[in-house]
């Protein structure tokens, strides 16, 4: 087996006189959907804002293609491919679902006038489109805010923007959460087409159908520690649950 593409070493993290994470190692495969699951409160979010640079560990190494990293924010990530689809989505609500996908990335007309710092809409708006096309999010107008669209379609255009930048790692933190179950499966399926376009994904849930259904390993957090790490193929609901609560593993 190819080495991880992104790994985790001792993580520790306080904040305050709370540990989230007591020296926590998660490996993530290139090319594999890795599903983080673990109780409330396990340190699974911390584990994630670390490896995308949202947050500086206390100690331990992050490791990219084996190579050690020290990621000093999340544009820093990003940089380095790895994109975060987050819980609360991130997206600008007063904004169309382009403007939201090029923030911070504008492209410029061509020539003079993007010399002059004139934005290039229309090829936004085709990229945009393109994008959630591929992934099947449909947009009746790409007029209208983000703040106008379902719970499903702002999944959709989050899950389709950090897809469209990632190119080696996209972090999503309970994506289908409020979702109804035809929006699931459709957030369901656009993971699959991410880990099949050859970016890994690491899955943040506490629906362990859906871990089960996409994920092609399991790694279970407890106490801020790894506790547990699974073939998805190998292991059974309960065991998960198990592992996650310390009943067993
Ligand atoms: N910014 C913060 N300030 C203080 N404590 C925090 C902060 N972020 C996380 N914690 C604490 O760290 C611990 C781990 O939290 P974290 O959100 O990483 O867990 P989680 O496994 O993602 O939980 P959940 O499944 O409930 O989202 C918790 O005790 C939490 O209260």
Not at 33 to 51: Q, R, Y
Not at 67 to 75: G, H, I, V
Request: net charge neutral; glycine share 10%; charged share 25%.
């Amino acid at each position: 087996m190819a080495g991880p593409l992104l790994e985790a070493r001792g993580i520790v993290k306080s904040y305050g006189h709370v540990e989230a994470l007591r020296g926590a190692d998660l490996a993530l495969p290139p090319g594999e959907v890795v599903a983080l699951i673990g109780d409330n409160g396990a340190g699974k979010s911390t584990l994630a804002k670390i490896l995308s640079g949202v947050e500086p560990p206390d100690d331990g190494e992050i490791l990219l293609d084996g190579r050690p990293m020290a990621f000093s924010s999340a544009e820093d990530a990003r940089a380095a491919g790895i994109e975060t689809v987050y819980q609360d989505l991130a997206l600008c609500a007063d904004l169309t679902p382009a403007a939201n996908f090029f923030l911070g990335r504008e492209l410029l007309k061509p020539g003079l006038l993007g010399r002059l710092g004139l934005l290039d809409d229309a090829a936004m708006r085709e990229r945009a489109r393109q994008a959630c096309e591929r992934l099947g999010v449909e947009l009746k107008s790409q007029d209208a805010p983000v703040s106008t669209l379902s719970g499903g379609q702002r999944q959709g255009v989050a899950v389709a923007r950090a897809v469209t930048w990632a190119r080696r790692v996209v972090f999503m933190d309970e994506p289908t959460a409020a979702l109804g179950v035809v929006q699931t499966r459709r957030v369901l399926d656009l993971i699959r087409g991410v880990r099949d376009s050859g970016v890994s994904v690491l899955l943040i849930s506490h629906n362990m159908q859906d871990v089960k259904a996409v994920s092609d390993r399991v790694e279970v957090l407890r106490l801020g520690r790894r506790v547990a790490r699974f073939d998805t193929a190998q292991v059974s609901m309960e065991e998960l649950v198990g592992a996650m609560t310390g009943a067993r593993g």
